[in-house]
């Protein structure tokens, strides 16, 4: 069965601190999706990322990064230089490949950067 | 504002009573979709339509829960007999769905937030 998993209830760093939110996933299928969306106290989700699972290589945007691990099922998201903007709620989630592209959402970790 | 919409915002209401929510996808997207996030979760899949066809319900979507997309344009979630487990926040989403360029983004609405009293 598909599952996401986001050990971190909630984190709390101190702004220009770096910051790593885990994610652990379960899948049977070899072709899935992992993303990363971020939920700000507006309550929007804004989608950050979408990794296909054929793809591992990591990747940087700006202040954020994305480690695939295929071997550990892990897709861990790092917030370098974090900034009290980035306070927000992060769900980790999985979409398999020919089921219809619903989405599976981790509870999420809610982040609070503190000035 | 070319981005999903939903109404109302926010719908408080006494339990027993019947509500109704409306989702307005991206003018182009054929695919819609209905979450529910309950608080401290991460959101859940109810429903998706494929144009105007509703091709998957989740076991979440009880008797009293139904979906609508008349047309292939906007859709409604309408929630009969609320019941204070009902008191949630309803996302809806929409893409392009699947297609020879691979997976389409979702992209969310600002959801309804429904209180049950």
């Known amino acids: 069965a598909q599952k996401v998993t986001q050990a971190q209830t909630e984190i709390s760093v101190v702004e220009k601190e770096d910051v790593t939110l885990d994610c652990v996933y379960e899948?049977?299928?070899?072709?899935?999706?992992l993303f990363w969306y971020k939920q700000p106290p507006s309550g929007e989700l804004v989608f950050l990322i979408r990794r296909n699972s054929f793809d591992e290589q990591n990747e940087i945007s700006g202040r954020y990064s994305w480690n695939f691990q295929k071997s550990t099922s892990s897709f861990n998201f790092t917030i370098t230089a974090s900034q009290v903007v980035d306070s927000a709620v992060y769900f980790c989630a999985l979409s398999e490949l020919g089921r219809d592209d619903k989405i599976i959402f981790g509870k999420g970790t809610r982040l609070h950067i503190l000035p | 504002d070319t981005g999903v919409s939903q109404n109302p915002r926010h719908k408080i209401t006494k339990r027993g009573q019947n509500v109704t929510f409306r989702c307005d996808p991206i003018?182009?997207?054929?695919?819609l979709y209905w979450y529910r996030q309950t608080l401290g979760q991460g959101p859940e899949f109810l429903t998706y339509f494929q144009n105007e066809a509703q091709l998957e319900k989740s076991r979440l979507l009880s008797d009293r829960f139904s979906a609508e997309r008349p047309k292939g344009s906007f859709s409604t979630l309408e929630i009969q007999r609320t019941e204070q487990g009902d008191s949630a926040m309803y996302l809806c989403?929409?893409?392009?769905?699947?297609?020879?360029?691979?997976?389409?983004?979702?992209?969310f609405g600002p959801g309804t937030r429904l209180t049950v009293l």
């Open positions: 003018s182009e997207h054929n695919r």
């Open positions: 899948t049977r299928d070899t072709t899935y999706y």
């Open positions: 989403a929409s893409s392009l769905g699947q297609g020879p360029g691979g997976y389409y983004e979702q992209f």
